[in-house]
């Protein structure tokens, strides 16, 4: 036996000991790593084999049919829109979400204790309670005959808006609804963020004569950077996978003006019953979220993270 062989079986063996010392802690470990298996991991899997496949409700008799699926959706213009939207939602919602996030997080900071305890709580509320609640609100909100929405606008005189039956409103009453419920954990990030800065170094600018303006976009907004590179990835994944606002408000109309990715996951595989493409479409939906997360990952080296 060779010196590198004898050092690959030295290695085994110790990693074998390593495992049999701490086998109480793989014990403890392994309910949520058999559930990811479970129920992530097995299920992705099979989500991909089934992309390359022609299957409807009989999934035991479908068609392999290689890369088809994948020429098909790309040359689908409901796709194409649907994709176009979710790009579109990413652009507004999220830089929108971090924006507003951060001018509340600077100003509730200052604020006691008490009141900051409040203000958190204040705007995660609607996070917790879903984005199925909240639309059903805003339905009435939205609503053409005796919503608010309308109700302010007839006090200025201008006519009535058809917020989620026509085409250029349904997108923005889509987004104005996703934001009301997605700015609540970026205040908290923020506001944690804003309390690990180092009070020396704001002294040291206060000494220097920097204003409150000053601090703010010289040293707060340029140390808050991980936090906000983290807030921008994790947004960017979540509306990425928006569906259950368009569910409640739009059913992806009119005319797929407010369709996204994962809705028309879901109408394809469950109310039009093509699963092969269903599996497709999430593929691709994939891909692009693993792509963001790399940005991701590339963008917190460059912090030093």
Same mark, same amino acid.
């Given at each position: &036996?060779?010196?590198?062989? %004898?050092?690959? #079986? ?9 495992? /049999? ?19 992530? $991991? @097995?299920?992705l899997l099979f989500a ?23 020429? /098909? ?18 652009? @507004?919602?999220?830089?929108? +979400? ?15 204790? %008490?009141?900051?305890? *409040? ?28 919503? $608010? ?8 005189? @201008? =006519? ?14 889509v987004c104005m609804v ?23 170094? $704001? ?7 920097? +204003?409150? !303006?000053?601090? +703010?976009?010289?040293? /707060?907004?340029?140390?808050? /950077?991980? #936090? ?7 947004? +960017? ?6 569906? =259950?606002?368009?569910? &409640? ?11 996204? !990715?994962?809705?028309?996951? *879901?109408?394809?595989?469950? &109310? ?21 997360? *790399?940005?991701? !990952? ?8």
């Amino acid at each position: &036996m060779s010196e590198q062989e %004898k050092d690959i #079986v030295t290695r085994i063996k110790t990693l074998a000991q390593e495992i /049999r010392k701490g086998w109480t802690g793989y014990l403890f470990i392994a309910p949520g790593y058999i559930a990811f298996i479970a129920f992530m $991991l @097995v299920p992705l899997l099979f989500a991909i084999s089934l992309s390359f496949y022609e299957s409807s409700f009989n999934i035991s008799a479908r068609e392999f049919v290689g890369f088809k699926q994948y020429v /098909r959706i790309f040359n689908d213009p409901v796709f194409i829109k649907a994709l176009t939207n979710t790009v579109a939602y990413t652009l @507004v919602i999220v830089p929108a +979400t971090v924006v507003i996030s951060m001018v509340l997080a600077l100003l509730i900071d200052p604020l006691g204790m %008490k009141a900051q305890s *409040f203000f958190r709580g204040a705007f995660y509320i609607p996070g917790v309670a879903g984005g199925v609640v909240l639309s059903v609100v805003w339905l009435w909100i939205f609503n053409p005959t005796y919503g $608010l929405f309308n109700f302010i606008l007839g006090l200025f005189h @201008v =006519e009535p808006v058809m917020w989620i039956a026509s085409a250029p409103a349904s997108f923005w009453a889509v987004c104005m609804v996703v934001l009301t419920f997605t700015v609540g954990q970026p205040i908290i990030l923020f506001l944690a963020g804003l309390a690990g800065i180092p009070q020396d170094i $704001l002294d040291a600018a206060t000494v220097d004569g920097a +204003t409150g !303006l000053q601090k +703010t976009f010289f040293v /707060r907004i340029p140390l808050m /950077r991980p #936090v906000i590179l983290f807030v921008l990835a994790t947004q +960017t994944i979540q509306v990425f996978q928006l569906w =259950e606002v368009i569910y &409640m408000l739009t059913n992806g109309g009119p005319f797929n003006s407010s369709n996204s !990715l994962v809705y028309l996951i *879901f109408q394809t595989a469950f &109310m039009n019953a093509k699963y092969g493409r269903a599996s497709a479409i999430g593929v691709v939906l994939l891909v692009i979220i693993l792509f963001f997360t *790399f940005i991701q !990952l590339r963008l917190w080296k460059e912090t030093d993270l």
